[in-house]
C-alpha cells in the first residue's frame, strides 16, 4: 500500500503545480496512461499475498478517480488562465477611429452616358443595345456606303475576317432596328467603337458613341433642331444654343454637323472655342431615302432623322480635360475628381 500512496503523493504534488495545458497532459499520461504507473502497479497486484490483493486494487481505483478529478479541476483552470490571456491579446481598443472600407465608384463616362440616357428618354427615345462585333452590312452597306469609301479601308477599320468588323460607329444599330421594327419609333444606343487610329489626345482606338434616329410621318429638319436643342439644354444648361452647318454623310441626305454656343464664354469667344463661340458636338441630318427604301419603307410617305456624337466629347467640354486618354489610364487620382 505504501508504494501506491507514494504514486498518489507525487502524483498530486505534479499535477497541482503544473504551468500549462501540454504540461499537465504529459503528467495525465504519465499517471493515468495506458502504460501510466497506475497501470504498472495493477499490473504488479498479481505478485501480492493473496490477503493484499483486494485493498490494493480498492486503493489504485481511489487514487486513480482522485487523479483523474484534480487533472480536470486543474485543466479547467488552466483553460481559464488561456482564454483570458487569448482576450488580452485579442483585445481592440473601440476608441480608435474606424478604418473606412474601400468603396467602388462610378467611372465618369458611365455617369455621361447616364446623363445622355435619362435626357433621351425623357425625350421619348427608346434605348437599344448593339453587338460591338458586327456585319459588314451593318456597318457600311446599310448606312448607304459606297463600295470605295474610305473608311472600309483597312486603316480606318478592325476586320475580323471578311464580313465582321468591330464596329466603327454606333450608327450601325439602324439596320437591326429597320429589320424588325415598322416606322413609327425613335431609338437611341450607347456603345463602344473601334477605329485602327493612333492613339494621341484626341484619338484612340476605342471610344464611345451615342446615336439616335426618329422615323415618323412629316419628319423634317425642323424637328431635328428641336430635339438636338433641347438635348443640348439638358446636358449643358439652359442658355445653349444649336447651330447646324452643312456636311456630307453617307446615311442622311442633307447632312450637317452640329455645334453649341461655347459653355465657358457663353459664344463670345474663347481660347477653348478657338474665339469662335462655338463648340462642334457630332453629324446629323434626314434619313437618306435609299436605306428607307431598301428596308421597303415607303420614302414619300416616311422620313427621319438622326444623330450622333462622341460620348468621350461631353465630360472633357463638362470638366475641360485636354486629353482623351485620361479616362482610360485608370489613374483615381484623375477619376476620383468626378465622384
Known sequence: ????????ASA???ISAAGSTAELDALETEYLGRKGALSEFLKGIGRLAPEERKDAGQRTNQVKGELEALVAVKRAGLSSGDRAAQLEREKVDIT????????GLQHVLTNTA????AALIGLGFERWEGPELEHYKYNFGALNYPDEHPAMDD?????VDDEHVLRTQTTAFQGHIFETRKPPFRIFTIGRCFRHEAVDRTHSHTFHQVDAFMVDEGVSMAHLKGTLGQFARLMFGDAVQVRFRPDFFPFVEPGVDYAITCIFCGGSGCPVC???GWIELGGAGLVHPNILESYGIDAKRYSGFAFGLGVERIPMLQYRVDDLRHFTENDLRFLKQFT
Do not use: G, V, Y
Not at 500500500?1 to 498518489?8: F, L, S
Open 1 to 8: 500500500m505504501a508504494k501506491i500512496d507514494e504514486i498518489a
Open 12 to 14: 498530486k504534488q505534479r
Open 96 to 103: 480608435l477611429p474606424a478604418i473606412r472600407p474601400q468603396h
Open 114 to 117: 447616364d446623363q445622355i440616357a
Open 155 to 159: 486603316q480606318d477599320t478592325f476586320w
Open 274 to 276: 478657338k474665339k469662335s
